[in-house]
């Protein structure tokens, strides 16, 4: 069946595993059911975007080239005082977290209506997923940029236009922030394979290869780039402060200052500032119990799928790669929750990419299995609504009726908080020149 056909308007078109009801879960139960666990998540974690993203935002090639410092320029090239403002990074973070969560509605809704059972509940688990809670915690990082482009790739029909696409964007994202070649570049290759796998074509395979190492190379130019002195970094974030209206986080210029070596190097420096068993205990070992399950049971379905319409090991390897790969970041940041909530989403998006563009067959499930997974997946749905993750700065998952929120709101009617909400102030390190 060609792509075409899986994006077109009616369900009849998409629906090839079964019926339009299956396990009495109709496409617009299961769809309305997802919204409201999606909508139940974002406000779980959701809070004013943080400084840390907002300083990001204002790196710039004032010193000399540096990573993550695209934005920062283009702002500097404006030099309009606005854009140093806490409540222009407040908007443009909403914006681009509604066009994330927007595409995620988009995928989702194109799942359920193939008329798979196992599509609907799967997005039914993700969307009540800790990993959404952490995307909503996240707003206004670098990485919601990077997904949004990763998430017009995966939806982009068009083989060529899509490698256009992620030449240009992708390669920006890199100069943005260069873990989304570990985070979301796999997924956007897999989505390529999807391709290759309906019509292989070896003009496809030859720009698929131009593509990676067009990529692999803006990673590497950026890491093997030196970085910036202390000195230098205290500069820049002396200079930028002068502009900004909110406080800029140091821990940001901190980075600059790292080479890929330097962060592995410093990884493991924070490991051992705490005991071996105390940073298990409080923060790998929970983070994981609580986000790997609905990252494994996705990935299981994907490779499933997979495996029932033929494609052997390189293609499911690839899907293994894809879905797992935010886990390296492991060896390269502290940020432990962070990864493992970003390998649920990766897991989804491959899951996405699996049911939706490979080629797709009649597929023979009993209804055995297909009970016993549904089981599986109202036990994860139970889980993910109970569970909670570690958030950064101190803030805390909420759930239903959401208190904090009530109160946050609460002030800001009466004029005791500002509009928009800024984050809670940053515990800081100093920065000496």
Known sequence: MEQSTLMRGSSGDLGVHGPETDLG???RLSFIVALALLLNSVLRGIRAPAYWGATH???NYHFGFVKRALLGSLIASVDAPY????????WVSLAIFAGDVWLIIVLSRLLCRIGDV??????LVYCSSIGIVFLAHTIGWPDQIVLLITLVAVLCRNFYVRALLVTGLFGCCILIHEGAFLTFFPVVCFRFIADLADRPDGRKVIVLCALVVVITATVLFVGLRPPLTVATAAAMQHMLQLKADFPLNTNGFLVLTRTFGGNLEHTVAC????SRIAWLLLWFLPAMIVTLPTATYLLRRSLIDLAARGYGLAVRSAAIGAALSPLSLHFLGCDNN????LATLTSFLVFGISHLFFPRTLV???RRSRKGGFRW???LIALNIGSAIALFAGYEVQDFPYEGHVEDVAAMLEGQAPFPPRPEPIRDVVLHN
């Open 25 to 27: 879960l109709s496409y």
């Open 57 to 59: 935002l204002l790196f």
């Open 83 to 90: 854009l140093y403002h806490y409540n222009f990074y407040f």
């Open 118 to 123: 196992d599509a609907r509940v799967s997005v």
């Open 271 to 274: 490991t051992r500032q705490s």
């Open 338 to 341: 962070r990864w493992f909530a």
């Open 364 to 366: 023979a499930t009993s």
């Open 377 to 379: 997946s109202i036990a």
